[in-house]
């Protein structure tokens, strides 16, 4: 089975502008989530979406949205990037949304802001 | 903020085993402890889980404590490609809270030959 993909794997961006980055779970995930990791702040949760809807979200301003499509497909976009935007942007997938299921990672989007 | 605790590194000499300990003494009746493991700028892998009983699987296995307060994942011979950063996570799994992992600073593990 084939794992989490994600799109493009490398990006390099000017301040201002946005971005828009690809997800793709593995078949019969439901749930797709988010995460950034920077070296000063770790790993850390930005969204959870399950049919299509966000069902959380972490401590991020308004500029990191996302949605998820009927085949469970997934995009983050962030809008006006600022330099601390730079960051390696982690998608993971899980069966669903209630259960001990665990969540297995793509190999992420490392994204630059210049 | 992370509910665990976890030592900041460690070393280990290929072959032995590799015990790698987690503090989470306020964990709750329904959370799970998770392991994950992140070798260098590559996606966290899932290891294993458990809730109260000892686990085992091709990787690794987990041992939790009676008291549910502490737990140590077990490698059982390490080799070079198990240098990583590991994380221990507890979390809810059992409602519609979602499958959010709040991740600490983990703990890195050095195998060498």
């Known amino acids: 089975k084939a794992g989490v993909t994600q799109t493009p794997r490398y990006l390099i961006k000017t301040r201002g502008q946005q971005v828009t980055l690809s997800c793709s779970p593995i078949?019969?995930?439901?749930?797709v989530s988010w995460y950034q990791q920077t070296p000063g702040q770790g790993l850390q949760f930005l969204f959870e979406?399950?049919?299509?809807?966000?069902?959380n979200k972490g401590n991020f301003p308004g500029r990191f949205s996302g949605r998820q499509f009927s085949n469970s497909r997934s995009e983050m976009n962030v809008s006006t990037l600022e330099l601390g935007d730079s960051a390696l942007y982690l998608c993971?997938?899980?069966?669903?949304?209630?259960?001990?299921?665990?969540?297995?990672f793509g190999p992420g989007t490392r994204l630059t802001v210049t | 903020d992370a509910k665990t605790t976890q030592p900041t590194s460690m070393d280990c000499a290929e072959g032995r085993a590799a015990n790698l300990p987690c503090n989470h003494s306020t964990i709750s009746g329904n959370e799970y402890v998770y392991w994950y493991r992140q070798i260098h700028s590559q996606g966290p892998q899932y290891i294993i889980h458990?809730?109260?009983n000892n686990e085992t699987n091709e990787m690794a296995s987990l041992i939790i404590t009676e008291d549910r307060k502490s737990s140590t994942l077990i490698l059982p011979h390490a080799t070079l490609r198990d240098t990583a950063v590991y994380y221990c996570?507890?979390?809810?799994?059992?409602?519609?809270?979602?499958?959010?992992?709040?991740f600490g600073k983990g703990t890195t593990l050095s195998v060498s030959s």
């Open positions: 993971a997938s899980s069966l669903a949304l209630a259960g001990p299921y665990e969540q297995y």
């Open positions: 078949s019969g995930h439901r749930s």
């Open positions: 458990g809730l109260k």
């Open positions: 979406y399950f049919s299509e809807t966000q069902r």
């Open positions: 996570i507890v979390r809810v799994g059992t409602n519609q809270a979602g499958t959010a992992l709040i």
